[in-house]
């Protein structure tokens, strides 16, 4: 539809909004909706055209109109509420010459209507409210998306999520399911007798997290303040406290590029218990992805083609072995500069990388994607992870793990450094590589230094990306269509005001 003939059905909108304004108030709110769609069907599902004929079963329903079928002297609606789709059948004779006139007169496809009536079969046996009032409550002023192909176009459905929900079924089981997963989360952590808790978004120090945090000033104090890249540190806080099991479900924002698989600000699970040693936290890992697989129904699911068992037991792989196999270089390669140099090629970081930095940055361009069915990777080299405890016997490598799943990490867990003296001195070098020029280098945070000061037990913690969850789950390709509303660049490619 061009632009032109859209301005024209908007103001033929507008004009009979002016109708309705006419005879008073437009938008009313006293209209009381008594039943549901999913309710009515679920409730009458064994009543048959005689059965309800005789119970006289009255209904009030309201939603969008988003079917009409004007015959005559009769009509048919299709409303759609929040439980999904009822039909309505009107008649003149029923309602009345004016209000009739009114549903083909002054009535469209996306209006919002409340409708009371009794309850009636079709011929076909398609349950129906036979109308015997329907009032207008809201106008739509713009013709919504074509009724049987839906919003197609994916950058409008983005950019307008609410014309996408209002027709895309397929998008609203995407956000239902987000919102399962969410509370699949919840309960499971409530049922291992964790503390659910809220930390501060915005934080005098950006730490937590290799990332390039967003800057913004408190004005009353004077001070600068950043956005949370990570809720880590406090959440370790809490555990020095005395609050042994503490998980948090929380928004990050971390200033950095669009992708796939990165939205600047995105939602994570983060969980911390005393006494928990990397290898329990992967058990409760596993535990808990079985038991979000199993409470959406998504056990198996696809990616790329391949069938993913989510209800099996998960794979583990050392890092070093990964890139062994996955590259062909040998045990001593893998921890050979020159020799990661020449695999990695241009993909090589700066002259100044380290042998641990340089296979760490080999494993995520030649190991990452080749790891499709659920597998963790332990034995991360130390220099990439600054809050690791480091392993006992290797201490080149941190007791850390992050799990993949279709080729993307979905979490990423570890035993924490609660050694004060270590702390500084990891965030002493995170401050020499932000002077080098690396902008998502870690910041000292020199309060949390002081809390591991009075203790902070023997303690294991992970990330969990929610969004990739539910990516994963729902076969979503990219992580817009897992976001309600995603982060995109100002229409017409400006900056913006």
């Given at each position: 539809?061009?632009?032109?003939?859209?301005?024209?059905?908007?103001?033929?909108?507008?004009?009979?909004?002016?109708?309705?304004?006419?005879?008073?108030?437009?938008?009313?709110?006293?209209?009381?909706?008594?039943?549901?769609?999913?309710?009515?069907?679920?409730?009458?599902?064994?009543?048959?055209?005689?059965?309800?004929?005789?119970?006289?079963?009255?209904?009030?329903?309201?939603?969008?109109?988003?079917?009409?079928?004007?015959?005559?002297?009769?009509?048919?609606?299709?409303?759609?509420?929040?439980?999904?789709?009822?039909?309505?059948?009107?008649?003149?004779?029923?309602?009345?010459?004016?209000?009739?006139?009114?549903?083909?007169?002054?009535?469209?496809?996306?209006?919002?209507?409340?409708?009371?009536?009794?309850?009636?079969?079709?011929?076909?046996?398609?349950?129906?409210?036979?109308?015997?009032?329907?009032?207008?409550?809201?106008?739509?002023?713009?013709?919504?998306?074509?009724?049987?192909?839906?919003?197609?176009?994916?950058?409008?459905?983005?950019?307008?999520?609410?014309?996408?929900?209002?027709?895309?079924?397929?998008?609203?089981?995407?956000?239902?399911?987000?919102?399962?997963?969410?509370?699949?989360?919840?309960?499971?952590?409530?049922?291992?007798d964790f503390f659910e808790v809220e930390t501060p978004m915005m934080q005098p120090v950006a730490s937590g997290a290799a990332a390039r945090p967003f800057t913004t000033h408190h004005n009353?104090?004077?001070?600068?303040?950043?956005?949370?890249?990570?809720?880590?540190?406090?959440?370790?806080?809490?555990?020095?406290?005395?609050?042994?099991?503490?998980?948090?479900?929380?928004?990050?924002?971390?200033?950095?590029?669009?992708?796939?698989?990165?939205?600047?600000?995105?939602?994570?699970?983060?969980?911390?218990?005393?006494?928990?040693?990397?290898?329990?936290?992967?058990?409760?890992?596993?535990?808990?992805?079985?038991?979000?697989?199993?409470?959406?129904?998504?056990?198996?699911?696809?990616?790329?083609?391949?069938?993913?068992?989510?209800?099996?037991?998960?794979?583990?792989?050392?890092?070093?072995?990964?890139?062994?196999?996955?590259?062909?270089?040998?045990?001593?390669?893998?921890?050979?500069?020159?020799?990661?140099?020449?695999?990695?090629?241009?993909?090589?970081?700066?002259?100044?990388a380290s042998a641990g930095e340089l296979l760490f940055a080999l494993f995520e361009a030649r190991v990452e994607p080749h790891l499709v069915m659920p597998t963790y990777v332990t034995g991360?080299?130390?220099?990439?992870?600054?809050?690791?405890?480091?392993?006992?016997?290797?201490?080149?490598?941190?007791?850390?793990?992050?799990?993949?799943?279709?080729?993307?990490?979905?979490?990423?867990?570890?035993?924490?450094?609660?050694?004060?003296?270590?702390?500084?001195?990891?965030?002493?070098?995170?401050?020499?590589?932000?002077?080098?020029?690396?902008?998502?280098?870690?910041?000292?945070?020199?309060?949390?230094?002081r809390a591991l000061e009075y203790g902070l037990p023997p303690t294991g913690g992970q990330g969990l990306g929610i969004d990739r969850l539910v990516m994963l789950l729902s076969g979503a390709?990219?992580?817009?269509?897992?976001?309600?509303?995603?982060?995109?660049?100002?229409?017409?490619?400006?900056?913006?005001?």
């Open positions: 539809m061009s632009a032109h003939a859209d301005n024209d059905l908007s103001e033929q909108r507008r004009a009979k909004l002016r109708a309705w304004r006419a005879r008073g108030d437009a938008y009313p709110n006293d209209f009381r909706r008594t039943d549901f769609a999913a309710d009515l069907h679920e409730r009458l599902a064994d009543k048959n055209k005689e059965a309800l004929a005789e119970d006289n079963v009255e209904a009030a329903v309201a939603g969008r109109i988003m079917l009409r079928r004007m015959m005559g002297k009769a009509c048919f609606l299709t409303i759609e509420d929040m439980s999904g789709r009822i039909q309505v059948y009107a008649r003149l004779d029923g309602l009345g010459q004016d209000a009739y006139a009114d549903i083909e007169g002054l009535m469209d496809l996306g209006d919002i209507v409340g409708v009371r009536g009794t309850m009636m079969r079709t011929m076909r046996g398609e349950l129906t409210v036979e109308a015997t009032s329907i009032e207008l409550l809201s106008k739509c002023l713009h013709p919504p998306p074509e009724k049987f192909h839906g919003l197609v176009d994916q950058e409008m459905r983005y950019r307008a999520r609410y014309l996408d929900l209002m027709v895309n079924e397929a998008s609203r089981q995407v956000f239902r399911l987000r919102s399962t997963v969410v509370s699949a989360i919840r309960a499971f952590f409530e049922a291992h009353a104090l004077d001070m600068p303040l950043y956005l949370r890249v990570a809720p880590e540190l406090y959440l370790k806080r809490l555990v020095v406290g005395g609050f042994e099991r503490v998980f948090e479900i929380n928004r990050n924002f971390r200033n950095e590029g669009l992708s796939t698989r990165h939205n600047p600000e995105f939602t994570m699970l983060e969980f911390y218990q005393a006494y928990a040693s990397v290898d329990e936290v992967m058990a409760l890992t596993t535990e808990l992805i079985h038991e979000v697989a199993a409470r959406t129904g998504r056990q198996r699911v696809t990616v790329d083609g391949k069938e993913i068992d989510l209800s099996a037991d998960f794979d583990v792989i050392a890092m070093e072995d990964a890139v062994c196999e996955y590259t062909g270089l040998s045990l001593d390669d893998v921890w050979n500069v020159d020799a990661l140099r020449r695999a990695l090629g241009d993909d090589a970081p700066d002259k100044r991360y080299p130390s220099e990439v992870s600054p809050l690791s405890r480091a392993n006992d016997d290797r201490p080149e490598i941190v007791d850390r793990f992050e799990l993949f799943v279709g080729g993307r990490e979905i979490a990423n867990g570890f035993s924490e450094l609660n050694d004060p003296d270590e702390q500084l001195a990891r965030f002493h070098a995170q401050e020499a590589r932000r002077a080098a020029g690396d902008a998502e280098a870690m910041r000292i945070d020199h309060d949390y230094v390709s990219t992580i817009r269509d897992v976001l309600l509303f995603p982060l995109l660049k100002p229409e017409g490619g400006g900056h913006g005001d």
